[in-house]
């Protein structure tokens, strides 16, 4: 039996070989997380890193990493080019409400833990809409509210029981999926034009202001806030206007969506 030190040692070597910190090292990273894969299970990627964006992931030359390194067939198996995958697919769907590694076929999604959000969403034509009959999922959940999503698939398209490499490396999987497209991400936000709203890049609110906006993100008006926090109506203005200025917001709304996209709003379960 392996030592932990053996265990530890193979884990960082497989996730250095999946590391991205740059964009020349995308294309090395994505071969190694289809060989790493390939060696454990008999599975194919799809991955996204951002399921809110039409490009798909390319590596420093332009060159679709899915069909380049991933093994799609661009003339016949080209889903990166559907623009509504997102928004149909029940996949990339279910990581807006997950962020553990779960495997889905048509029966549901299999989870490590219960997730009510999930069985809400509606399976009816599983495989036309997910383009598989079973999936294993990683969501990827980064910074200012992106998320991306790396499926791995069966090769063998009758396959819709993916439970066994569910159980067996399904964390693996996750972990290497969330270094690549973590990376990814990263150095692709060196590109030029690529803009991220104008956020700051060292922003601090007081609790105050946070206070304020969390009850504006629920929709309560100003006066509405200054009876909740039993503050004066102009106070109220003045600390959602002062995190405005803060995160170089232009008006009320894109305040808020900024300091959610920053973390500072939390979610309402």
């Known amino acids: 039996m392996a030592s932990a030190t053996t265990i530890a040692n193979e884990l960082g070597q497989r996730l250095d070989a999946v590391t991205v910190t740059s964009l020349a090292d995308i294309g090395r990273a994505a071969e190694a997380l289809r060989d790493i894969t390939a060696d454990l299970a008999d599975l194919r990627i799809a ?3 951002n399921i809110a964006s039409k490009q798909p992931m390319c590596d420093a030359e332009g060159r679709v990493l899915a069909a380049s390194v991933f093994g799609w ?6 889903w990166w080019t559907d623009s509504r995958l997102a928004l149909s697919s029940p996949l990339p769907r ?10 889905a076929n048509a029966q549901g999604f299999h989870t490590r833990q219960p997730n009510r959000y999930l069985d809400q969403i509606s399976l009816h034509d599983f495989e036309k809409r997910a383009l598989t009959r079973a999936a294993i999922v990683a969501p990827v959940h980064l910074p200012f ?13 009758a396959r819709d029981d993916l439970s066994a490499e569910y159980e067996s490396h399904g964390d693996l999987l996750s972990l290497l999926a969330q270094r690549f497209v ?3 991400a990263k ?3 060196t590109r030029p034009n690529h ?5 700051p890049s060292d922003c601090q609110l007081t609790k105050r202001e946070v206070e304020c906006l969390r009850w504006a993100s629920f929709g ?9 926090l039993s503050r004066s109506h102009a106070t109220v203005r003045f600390h959602i206007q002062n995190a405005g200025e803060k995160l170089h917001a232009v008006n009320r709304s894109q305040t808020i969506f900024k300091a959610a996209q920053l973390g500072f709003l939390g979610v309402a379960a």
Do not use: M
Not at 94 to 103: G, H, I, K, Q, V
Not at 195 to 199: I, M
């Open 195 to 199: 803009g991220r709203h104008n956020l």
């Open 94 to 103: 279910a990581c807006r409400y997950e962020s553990d590694p779960f495997w």
């Open 73 to 78: 067939c661009p003339d016949t198996e080209c």
């Open 182 to 184: 973590a990376g990814y």
């Open 187 to 189: 150095a692709n936000r």
């Open 47 to 49: 991955a996204w890193d």
């Open 145 to 157: 509210g992106q998320i991306g999503i790396v499926n791995f698939n069966s090769r063998d398209p």
């Open 220 to 228: 309560k008006t100003d006066r509405e806030i200054s009876l909740i």
